[in-house]
Structure formats: C-alpha cells, structure tokens
C-alpha cells in the first residue's frame, strides 16, 4: 500500500504500469487487501483505466462506498471534477475528505458558485473543521483567477467569500487564528487595502511584522 501510495505522489509516466505490476504481485502471492486495492485505483491517470479498475475492484471484494471514494480523489486528480461531483452525489453521506477533494477540485477551476453550492447541499459553511481548508479553496481560486497583483474580475467575490467566513467565525472557535490569518492573506491577495486594514486593526495584526509590510504592500499597490 505504501508503494502505490508513492506511486500516486510521483507522476511518472509508466504509473499505471507500475501499479498494475505491483498489483499483479501481490495476487500472485495470496489476497489483496481492500487498502491496496484504493491505493491502485488512487494511481490511475485516465477516466478509461479507473473504470476498468473500479471493476476489478468491486469484483475483488472491495467495498462499493470504499470503491466510489477513491475514485473522486482520482478523478480530481485528473481534473475531472464533473465526474467526481457525479460520483460524490450517489453517496448518502459522504466523508469530509472526499467533499474536499472536490472542493479542492472546483478551486483549481476558479468555480466560486459550484463551491458554494456545495458548501450549502452538505451543510459546511458552518462546520468548524472545514473553515481553514476553505480558506484554503478560496485563496487556490484567487491564484487561479488573477496573478499576484493584478485585478481579476473574480476577486472581489473571492475576497467577499473570505469575509463571510471570517465574520460569521466565532470568537470560541478552535481554528479561530487560522481562519483571521488566512482571510487577511486573501484580503491582501486581493488587493483589497481597507477591508484588510479592518482585519488588520480587528485582530491585532501588528503584532506579526509580516503581516504589517503585508499591508503596506497592498495600499502601495493600491496608490
């Protein structure tokens, strides 16, 4: 499992060959176990080799749900998140990890309103261990709609998604720094100087140098 998990990290071209041996390995040494049998489906690259692969799976005794949740992490690899929402839909419930990945998914594509979307069928927007790695969503989408320092079309709704995060988080909630440092990072990011300067002086910042040349920055940037 450890090596496919490799494999799955390292994008050579010969993956799915390598995998594919790895597995024809272990078969012939007695059974496999269902963890492998993800870890194998996690390395294929094509949508045609994953679904000859979910096959093999399922006729292996690997779990259906099991079997569909590795597939989106795969589909979201490939950048087919059309498919992974599809496959995320014929779960009942489905785990946070696997909604993530295709969160994840729509961010790398600047998809802010498929996101939200998402967020509000699953009940997430209030879901404490979600908020930071949305954050994280949120600044993947920034980078993806505008290069540092120039004006995207998309960024205010960016920066306004950040904000609403930001200020509906409780001042008890146990990620609370996280969330502040981020939605000020996006805010900056954004171009967005007065409304990072109210998070800014809100929380204290000017504590972290880092975040005061941040904010200089911005407004110099800014005119």
């Given at each position: 499992?450890?090596l496919l998990?490799y494999?799955?990290?390292?994008?050579d071209?010969?993956?799915e060959e390598?995998?594919?041996k790895i597995l024809q390995i272990?078969?012939?040494?007695g059974?496999?176990d269902?963890s492998?049998?993800?870890?194998?489906l996690w390395?294929?690259?094509?949508?045609k080799?994953?679904e000859?692969?979910?096959?093999?799976?399922?006729a292996?005794g690997a779990?259906p749900s099991?079997v569909t949740?590795a597939?989106i992490?795969?589909l979201v690899k490939?950048?087919?998140?059309?498919k992974?929402?599809q496959?995320?839909s014929t779960l009942?419930n489905p785990?946070?990890p696997?909604?993530?990945?295709?969160?994840?998914?729509?961010?790398?594509?600047?998809?802010?309103?498929?996101m939200?979307?998402?967020l509000?069928?699953?009940?997430?927007?209030?879901?404490?261990?979600?908020?930071?790695t949305?954050?994280?969503?949120?600044?993947?989408?920034?980078?993806?709609a505008a290069?540092?320092?120039?004006?995207?079309p998309?960024?205010?709704s960016h920066a306004?998604l950040?904000?609403?995060i930001?200020?509906t988080?409780?001042a008890?909630?146990?990620?609370?720094?996280?969330?502040?440092?981020?939605?000020?990072?996006i805010?900056c990011?954004?171009n967005?100087?007065?409304k990072?300067q109210e998070?800014?002086n809100?929380?204290?910042?000017s504590?972290d140098e880092s975040k005061?040349?941040?904010?200089?920055?911005?407004?110099k940037?800014?005119?």
């Open positions: 499992t450890a998990q494999y799955d990290r390292h994008d071209d010969g993956i390598h995998s594919d272990l078969r012939e040494h059974s496999v269902t492998v049998l993800l870890a194998w390395c294929s690259r094509s949508v080799t994953l000859k692969r979910i096959q093999s799976a399922t292996s779990p099991a949740i597939s992490k795969a490939m950048g087919e998140i059309t992974a929402q496959q995320l009942p785990p946070y696997s909604i993530h990945h295709v969160l994840k998914g729509l961010a790398s594509q600047g998809s802010l309103t498929e939200t979307q998402l509000d069928k699953y009940s997430l927007n209030t879901a404490p261990h979600t908020l930071p949305l954050l994280d969503c949120v600044a993947a989408m920034l980078n993806k290069p540092a320092g120039s004006a995207g998309k960024i205010p306004l950040a904000l609403s930001y200020n988080t409780p008890t909630h146990p990620y609370r720094n996280s969330i502040v440092a981020k939605t000020f990072d805010l990011a954004a967005v100087p007065l990072a998070v800014y809100k929380e204290a910042l504590r005061t040349a941040k904010l200089i920055n911005v407004f940037k800014a005119g």
